[in-house]
């Protein structure tokens, strides 16, 4: 017999089954058993199963708290104009955005309010999934400077990194697919502590420019620095730089570099470079020098204050091994802004000017002076000769 067969049967006998007595139903199954091969209990199973509409199953687990139509549009918002930042800074960072959000678009209600304020990381890496995005990789443009090596010295041991002070350095090409020719790179200046990063670019990372932007980040620095690490680049191992930090009538400053080949000993800022520069560039060719005062004037101001009082990051609490895997635990996320706040090393006067400069802002309008500038800086590059 077929299973098409089979299935006709089933159904040709399955109604005279369910209606025969308890007496009558076992010669029906015998019957059935015998001639399809079927077990007993399967048969049976199967002989009771109505042809009615199945019901919608429930989802498993408790009832869902949270409602997509009403939560999702703030939460896409905020999570866009933070330029889609991981659900664990987002957390932190809603109560900082909502009431510039209210502001900028219309009132949230009080219910929904408290779900943004409540949701966790998992919630909101749910609600968010359909609009994830994917981004590539690109090139290394650091070419070993020889002449310093031997008065500047490698970094063997850990910093304090509980005051701020003490900075990781590095550079960003913005050669498109190649490295010939002349083009804009971007520095990249990370305090470890609190992860206040500051950006300037500069024309063919020459030892003068990357000087002269390193004192313009040091004058708007709300605190002095205590140490200075890069890679072992040509543009950071040079007399200019050595004599600058070192030949100071005050405290001079620790100057170290990496190891040859070994990225991760400056891994709090090599995150920078992604986050700070590509994600906001790409990997286009900066092949115009008109471009460097347009990048610079959006560096120093929006993009600045957008990242250091708007977006939290994370910091590394603990690490332990667990047989092969290392278990890592992080604080929960701060903004640069107010882990300089907390910090006992930053003076009080330091303190009122970073609070006046935080409430005098609004993210929003960070962003689309960002998007602004953004446009006339890839409009110029369109318009320069190639």
């Not at 003068?208 to 890069?230: A, M, N, P, V, Y």
Request: overall charge positive; aromatic content about 12%; proline content about 6%.
């Amino acid at each position: 017999m077929t299973i098409q067969s089979k299935r006709e049967y089933l159904q040709a006998i399955r109604q005279r089954y369910l209606k025969a007595s308890k007496e009558a139903k076992g010669p029906i199954l015998d019957e059935f058993c015998n001639n399809c091969g079927y077990n007993r209990k399967y048969a049976i199973r199967l002989l009771n199963v109505q042809n009615k509409p199945r019901k919608a199953q429930k989802r498993p687990g408790p009832k869902t708290r949270y409602q997509p139509k009403q939560v999702l549009t703030p939460l896409k918002r905020i999570w866009f104009a933070t330029d889609q930042m991981c659900s664990k800074k987002l957390k932190a960072a809603i109560p900082l955005w909502l009431p510039f959000y209210e502001q900028e678009y219309s009132l949230v209600n009080e219910h929904v309010k408290t779900q943004l304020h409540t949701m966790s990381p998992a919630t909101i890496d749910r609600l968010l999934q359909p609009v994830r995005i994917q981004h590539k990789k690109g090139r290394c443009g650091t070419k070993p400077g020889t002449l310093l090596k031997n008065q500047i010295p490698i970094k063997t041991s850990n910093w304090d990194a509980t005051e701020p002070g003490f900075f990781e350095a590095d550079t960003v090409a913005h050669c498109g697919n190649s490295m010939a020719g002349d083009f804009v790179w971007s520095l990249c200046f990370t305090d470890i502590a609190t992860s206040w990063t500051e950006n300037r670019a500069v024309w063919n990372k020459g030892a003068h420019g990357l000087l002269t932007q390193i004192k313009d980040i040091e004058s708007e620095l709300s605190f002095e620095i205590r140490g200075f690490d890069c890679d072992n680049g040509s543009e950071f191992l040079n007399y200019h730089l050595l004599r600058y930090f070192t030949d100071r009538p005050q405290k001079p400053v620790k100057f170290t570099r990496s190891r040859p080949y070994k990225k991760n000993d400056n891994a709090h800022v090599e995150q920078k470079n992604w986050s700070h520069v590509r994600q906001l560039f790409g990997y286009d060719r900066f092949g115009d020098p008109r471009l460097v005062d347009l990048i610079n004037d959006l560096y120093k101001n929006e993009w600045s204050r957008y990242n250091n009082f708007f977006c939290p990051t994370l910091k590394l609490q603990s690490k332990h091994r667990v047989k092969s895997k290392y278990v890592k635990t992080y604080e929960f996320p701060k903004t640069p802004d107010q882990r300089l706040i907390l910090s006992e090393a930053v003076s009080s006067e330091a303190k009122q000017k970073l609070t006046e400069n935080f409430l005098a802002l609004n993210p929003f309008s960070l962003k689309k002076m960002i998007e602004s500038k953004l446009k006339l800086i890839f409009n110029t590059l369109r318009k320069s000769p190639l």
